[in-house]
């Protein structure tokens, strides 16, 4: 790919996926994730770059495929089906738009709907079945044209968490089925994770990371990857085996040379009340700023009174564990940093 201009705001993307992969564009909002699936699907013209499918050019910056000219399957957010139409006339709408007669794309529609497992509802409408239903006949449109390229938008994020979850696996097993490239957009990690087997970290239109789900997860880089992974994230400077992390005590041995990034996740930040009898480099005073209730732990915010000593962090404290007067805005508490859990990694 390349860049893609949209007001003030440039996208600039190095994407490559190979045949059978899926690849999730994951990203906070308005970091150009939807400019990067329309400008895939002939929607908005790249600026500088190319895109190639197979030996096709579909856009070279000057010239430029139209949506209806590229092999491209789009599954939109909110499936966009005809409500006038069955499903079975939903799915075989591509097809027919392709140059099908209308047996053979009503054919090849049944057979589409019965591999998502709807069959029976060939003759439903749009409004009579579940959001997770429309999501699989949007699927089916989509892949019942045989695209050489496969978008999805958002997938996911209209049903409920329940159903969200057996449609999850669902498409992944549709997805692996596919033979071609497949791209992913969404906000969502989980549906990353589970349905792509590379994530790219988008923010502010630039590429923060990229790796296997795996990769982005255990070694985020970047605030906003380390708050969706719920982990607490800090920089730091390692020098003859001695990892120092931001300006503070808290040290731990390290292997690494020169900038890292760390992680700790809050289960290994001890809260309590009182002093240590035997003070620690790792143990520090702190203010709690900020407080959230997890469904089994409050998560503290908490802010170390010198900051020369400690780290601002979130700490977790079980709800069984829970002593009076730690879990308050204000309250002035010790915090103890587990060293064996600090996770450090070259910057
Ligand atoms: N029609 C438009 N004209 C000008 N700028 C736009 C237009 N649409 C989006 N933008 C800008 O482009 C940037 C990227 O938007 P985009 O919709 O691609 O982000 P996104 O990652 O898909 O976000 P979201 O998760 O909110 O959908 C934003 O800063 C947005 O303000």
């Known amino acids: 790919m390349g860049t893609v201009k949209r007001g003030s705001f440039t996208l600039n993307l190095d994407l490559e996926v190979a045949a059978g992969e899926t ?58 089906l005809f409500p006038h139409l069955s499903l079975l006339e ?39 079945v579940s959001g997770g239903q429309a999501q699989r006949v949007a699927l089916a449109r989509a892949l019942a044209s045989e695209p050489d390229l496969l978008l999805l938008d958002e997938p996911l994020a209209a049903v409920d968490a329940g159903t969200r979850l057996r449609l999850r696996s669902d498409l992944r097993a549709q997805l692996r089925s596919f033979a071609g490239p497949a791209v992913l957009i969404t906000h969502d990690l989980a549906d990353a994770m589970v349905l ?32 969706l992974v719920g982990v607490n994230i800090f920089t730091g400077l390692a020098r003859k085996g001695r990892l120092s992390i931001g300006h503070s005590k808290v040290t731990a041995r390290t292997d690494l040379d020169g900038r890292t990034l760390i992680t700790l996740p809050p289960t290994a930040a001890q809260v309590r009340r009182d002093a240590p009898e035997i003070p620690a480099h790792n143990i520090y005073p702190a ?3 900020g407080l959230e209730e997890h469904y089994e732990a409050v998560r503290l915010r908490v802010s170390p009174i010198d900051p020369d000593q400690g780290l601002e ?11 009076d007067g730690v879990a308050e805005l204000g309250a002035r508490v010790w915090v103890e940093v587990d060293q064996t859990q600090l996770h450090a990694y070259p910057f």
Request: glycine letters at 10%.
């Open 287 to 289: 203010r709690v700023v």
């Open 23 to 80: 690849v999730a564009l994951l990203g906070p909002n308005g970091a150009g994730k939807s400019t990067a699936l329309h400008t895939l699907a002939g929607l908005l013209p790249l600026a500088t770059g190319s895109i190639r499918l197979g030996t096709e050019t579909l856009d070279d910056g000057t010239r430029r495929r139209s949506p209806d000219q590229r092999r491209v399957g789009v599954v939109f957010q909110d499936y966009l």
């Open 196 to 227: 792509a087997d590379r994530i790219i970290v988008l923010e502010n239109g630039e590429t923060v990371q990229s790796g296997s789900p795996r990769q982005v997860t255990t070694e985020p880089r970047s605030p906003y990857m380390a708050s």
């Open 313 to 323: 962090l979130f700490a977790d404290v079980p709800i069984t564990e829970l002593i």
């Open 90 to 128: 939903n799915v075989a709408f591509g097809l027919r738009a392709r140059g099908s007669t209308k047996t053979a794309a009503r054919r090849r529609a049944a057979d589409w709907l019965r591999r998502v497992g709807l069959g029976s509802r060939a003759q439903a409408r749009p409004s009579e």
